[in-house]
Every structure is written in structure tokens, then in C-alpha cells.
């Protein structure tokens, strides 16, 4: 006799649909540089099918990978959007449209910072300050993307968090 | 009810203001530590000539705004004056000396050919641009 599946195939369904959400969005804006909605979904999503996220984060990230090549980007995609995600259920019991701005405007602020140490750590291979500096030259020179990226990831949570937690307030089981 | 509302907005508020110091302290690191350019970006020659028609030419790579701030840059040009409210007026350039009141002389600053509008410490400088330094002297037989 078979037990409960853990994974239904709702759920299935449910995960692919989210992540082509998440890249239908990122395509559909890839010409607007560092102006992206997955920090919106990913938060979104955590905060109405929450550990669900264990499952969408991984399959996002290896058609992420799949897309556009398993780069050094993409270690760094590994630990960034996961971390998005546990600090979004950690704080899963606020409400405020504005703490949603402030976190999703400071992950994107963060999100070179976040991705140096990959940078860090392939430039330790000629020993740790030599990694330090590439790491610490690679995120200075991204520093103004990164303000684009908090003031976009601020102003769409802002504007889009009342009307989609509402529709996905009625849609969610 | 109300004075959890007020506490949350205060806390609210707070995160705005830390968020935004946060992006002045990230834009203050960006404009120390960002790379610099290793030589200037503008192109641009001062030519001067002189009482006898002779003819110095400098070309400098530089990053500067103004026209003072360029023949400062420029290796061997001297120059000096008596400052102003109009800025620096210029008397000698090369260590020749320009004396309005004995001869009706001064020395003429052009750009692109046409004559300067702005004082050397107020000319704008862009890529590209060439000054020339004249002596001038009015002719009166």
C-alpha cells in the first residue's frame, strides 16, 4: 500500500507554474537592466505557499542555469535567491507593504555585495587578499547597478504587493 | 491597537531612513575605491605665441573643467596675474609680460578660433578643444 506522496501532482503543477511566472517576468524585462520582478515572486511566493519554495527555488535556478550556462553567476544564483527566500519566511507574519519594499529594495542593494564572494573565492586561489580585492573591485564597480536594483525591486514591491496578494489570496489552498 | 500602529510606522520609518543611508555610504565607496580612468579624457592642445610670433604648442590629456585649472597641467607653460572678481587676469605668459599701460598689449585667449567669452578660471574645457594665447598689442601709429 503506498503511502502519501509528499509532492503532489497540485503541487507539481503549482511549482511549474510558478517558476514560468518567474521567467516569463525575467525575460519579458531583461532589456531594462538590473529592473527584475523575481525578488518580487520569490518573496511572494514564500509568503503564500511557503515550503514550497524548497522545491521552486531549485528547479528555478537549474533553468536558470539551463538558459543561460552554469557560470560563475550561477554559483553565486545558488546561495542568493535561497537566502531571499528564508529570510522572507522568516519574516512570513509581517504585513506592511512597506517592510516588503524595504527588504526587497535592501536584497537588491545587497545583491552584488552577495554575489562578490563568489568572486571572492575564486580569486582566494592565489591566496585570501588577492581574493578580497577582486571581490572587493568587482562589487565597487557594480555599485550603481545595485542602486538601480533596490530602487526598482522598492518601487515594485510597493506598487504590486496590494493587487497580487489579493489575487493570489483568492487563488491560494 | 493605535500605539502598535505608531510603533510600526516608527519602525517603518526607521528601516527607510538606514536603507537610504546605507545606499549614501554605498554611493560614497563607489566614488572612492571606482575606478579611475589612468589618463585624461579629454583631448586638447593650448598653443601660445608670443611678441614675436613664436609659436608654442602643448597638448595635454586631461580631466579638467576649466581652462586655468589645463594651463596649470601644462608642462612648461607659466603663467601669472593679477586676481580678480573676474578670476586670474593674465599679464605675463613664458615669462613675457603683457602691459596694457605702456603699449595697449594683453594677451588674447581663442577657443576653436573664436574668442573666449569666459575668464580662464570660468572656460569651460571639452574634448577636443584648442586654445590659443595670443600677445596682442594695439597698433596706434
Redesign the interface.
Known amino acids: 500500500m503506498a503511502g502519501k506522496s509528499l509532492v503532489t501532482i497540485k503541487d507539481i503543477t503549482l511549482i511549474g507554474m510558478m517558476v514560468a511566472i518567474i521567467e516569463l517576468c525575467k525575460v519579458a524585462m531583461g532589456f531594462l537592466p538590473n529592473i527584475e520582478l523575481t525578488s518580487f515572486w520569490i518573496i511572494m511566493f514564500t509568503l503564500f505557499f511557503g515550503r514550497k519554495m524548497m522545491l521552486v527555488v531549485p528547479v528555478f535556478l537549474l533553468i536558470e542555469g539551463a538558459m543561460y550556462g552554469f557560470g560563475m553567476w550561477w554559483i553565486s544564483y545558488l546561495y542568493v535567491w535561497p537566502l531571499l527566500s528564508l529570510v522572507t519566511w522568516w519574516c512570513r507574519r509581517q504585513q506592511s507593504v512597506w517592510f516588503w519594499s524595504i527588504l526587497s529594495g535592501a536584497f537588491g542593494l545587497f545583491f552584488g555585495f552577495l554575489c562578490a564572494f563568489t568572486t571572492v573565492a575564486m580569486g582566494s586561489v592565489d591566496g585570501i587578499r588577492n581574493g578580497l580585492y577582486a571581490g572587493f573591485v568587482w562589487w565597487v564597480a557594480g555599485i550603481p547597478w545595485d542602486i538601480a536594483h533596490c530602487a526598482g525591486n522598492f518601487v515594485l514591491m510597493l506598487v504590486m504587493y496590494q493587487p497580487i496578494r489579493r489575487i493570489m489570496k483568492n487563488i491560494s489552498y | 491597537m493605535t500605539s502598535n500602529t505608531k510603533k510600526?510606522g516608527f519602525k517603518?520609518m526607521i528601516?527607510?531612513v538606514v536603507?537610504a543611508a546605507?545606499?549614501a555610504a554605498?554611493?560614497m565607496?563607489?566614488r572612492t575605491?571606482?575606478?579611475k580612468p589612468a589618463e585624461g579624457s579629454k583631448s586638447i592642445t593650448i598653443e601660445v605665441i608670443g611678441k614675436e610670433a613664436d609659436s608654442i604648442v602643448y597638448e595635454l590629456h586631461t580631466d579638467v573643467e576649466y581652462l586655468r585649472q589645463a594651463m596649470d597641467e601644462a608642462d612648461g607653460l607659466t603663467f601669472s596675474g593679477e586676481e580678480s572678481e573676474f578670476g586670474l587676469m593674465i599679464d605675463s605668459v613664458n615669462g613675457e609680460t603683457a602691459d596694457f599701460n605702456a603699449d595697449g598689449a594683453y594677451w588674447s585667449f581663442y577657443v576653436n578660433g573664436e574668442y573666449c567669452n569666459y575668464g580662464i578660471d570660468t572656460q569651460p574645457v571639452y574634448d577636443g578643444d584648442q586654445f590659443l594665447i595670443e600677445y596682442t598689442a594695439d597698433v596706434k601709429e
Do not use: D, K, N, R
Request: hydrophobic share 70%; charged share 0%.
Open positions: 510600526s517603518l528601516g527607510v536603507l546605507i545606499i554605498f554611493v565607496v563607489y575605491f571606482s575606478a
